[in-house]
């Protein structure tokens, strides 16, 4: 929040932070349109979103071997993948050279 001149407050930013418990620590390391290669227990929506919110590739994959495509640009991602039951699990994806 910001206090202006004349002692109003205003939201400097829509945007508010959420803390996230469900996220790891190490990030995955590729490089960019790289493939990816995943075991899915179960059919699952995986989603990579960018680092400022917005999602970059979405896709359907059943159970078994599942191949993913690294974004082509360099950058930190988000890999989402949702199960069925709408249980998220998510790992950080830094994409470089």
Do not use: W
């Amino acid at each position: 929040m910001l206090m202006r001149p004349d002692g109003v407050i205003v939201e400097t930013c829509p945007i508010k932070p959420t803390v996230h418990q469900d996220i790891t620590k190490f990030p995955t390391l590729v490089k960019t349109s790289q493939q990816i290669s995943v075991r899915l227990n179960e059919p699952m929506q995986i989603r990579i979103i960018t680092a400022t919110g917005q999602v970059y590739s979405v896709q359907d994959f059943n159970e078994g071997q599942a191949t993913i495509i690294a974004p082509a640009q360099v950058g930190a991602y988000i890999l989402d993948a949702v199960k069925r039951n709408n249980e998220h699990q998510t790992q950080h994806l830094i994409v470089g050279h």
